[in-house]
């Protein structure tokens, strides 16, 4: 079967079962797997994830691309998110991927599918308030990525900081073989943290966007003065703003749970810039001022 399998140029599957024979082989053959899951409309932040994983000594880089429809609780999100794949696949193979997994929804869920994962606590949280079913639908769909790929790593971006932090919870809590590798947020030149939703962005929505990173830079600045302070700077910044609909702006700790006095810390923020809901969140160091 290896011998069939051309590394060093793009090679695209659907299949599942097809391409968990194919990751088998490999690994037959003793390569390593570094693993991109995506949902397309790839731009520089996937191209960074990818980069790295492709730096990884002596593995093959295998990237999925699929919209899981499990995942949008908002029926309208999923109709609007793009679908670039013919350009998707440029980009994977500027950046040099070995193997791309493009199932389509029926290839994931047959009929008669029922099994998910449920998160738990972490996962009601911040997004998981605002978007029931979300973090069940990503982590029920990373885990059958998982098993048809069984990747030695997986990278995954900063920028979606509670999918990270419970993607990384799930790998340990049922035992998972795999390698959780986060990767620092990308962002625009004025701030803005790169998403395939800012594609939906009118002009004047893009410029009033920026808020959110401002938002959070003025947290970060503040972290020296202690949680109090951050809070009421990053809020003060989104006040500001009232053409966008704020709907969180949380300050906590590296994983989630209650902010401390002092030491590392995560500001988080979501909103929705007209039709567009967006998320970022930056690392925040608290009371050493
Ligand atoms: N700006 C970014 N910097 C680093 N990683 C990113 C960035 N944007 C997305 N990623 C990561 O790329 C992977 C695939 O994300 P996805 O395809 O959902 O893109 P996205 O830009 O997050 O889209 P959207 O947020 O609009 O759904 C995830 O691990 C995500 O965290
Ligand atoms: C991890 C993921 C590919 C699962 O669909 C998605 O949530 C994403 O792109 O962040
Ligand atoms: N990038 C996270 C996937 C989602 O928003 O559904």
């Excluded at 794949?85 to 290839?107: G, H, I, K, N, Q």
């Excluded at 949680?227 to 300050?251: C, G, M, N, S």
Aim: with cysteine; hydrophobic share 40%; proline share 8%.
């Amino acid at each position: 079967m290896t011998a069939e399998i051309k590394l060093g140029e793009l090679t695209v599957y659907s299949g599942p079962s097809e391409f968990a024979r194919v990751t088998r082989a490999l690994r037959g053959t003793g390569r390593q797997i570094a693993f991109v899951p995506t949902m397309g409309a790839l731009h520089e932040g996937h191209r960074e994830l990818l980069r790295r994983a492709r730096r990884i000594p002596n593995a093959v880089l295998v990237a999925s691309i699929f919209v899981n429809p499990l995942q949008f609780n908002d029926s309208r999100d999923l109709e609007r998110y793009p679908r670039p794949l013919e350009t998707d696949l440029d980009v994977c193979r500027a950046e040099r991927v070995d193997l791309a997994f493009t199932p389509s929804t029926e290839d994931v869920y047959p009929p008669g599918a029922d099994t998910t994962v449920q998160p738990g606590r972490l996962g009601e949280l911040l997004e998981g308030a605002h978007r029931p079913g979300h973090f069940a639908g990503v982590l029920t769909v990373v885990a059958k990525l998982f098993n048809i790929v069984r990747p030695d790593f997986a990278l995954f971006g900063e920028k979606d900081y509670q999918q990270l932090t419970l993607i990384k919870r799930m790998v340990a809590d049922l035992n998972m073989d795999t390698a959780v590798i986060g990767v620092p947020t990308v962002r625009e030149p004025d701030g803005l943290a790169l998403s395939s939703r800012n594609a939906l962005l009118s002009t004047e929505d893009r410029e009033l966007a920026v808020t959110l990173s401002a938002a959070l830079t003025a947290g970060a600045y503040a972290g020296p003065h202690g949680p109090d302070v951050v809070r009421a700077a990053a809020r003060a910044v989104a006040d500001a703003e009232p053409k966008i609909d704020w709907e969180y702006l949380e300050l906590t700790d590296p994983d989630l749970g209650p902010a401390p006095d002092s030491g590392p810390a995560r500001l988080l923020v979501a909103a929705k810039v007209g039709q567009t809901r967006l998320i970022d969140n930056v690392p925040v160091q608290l009371g050493t001022g």
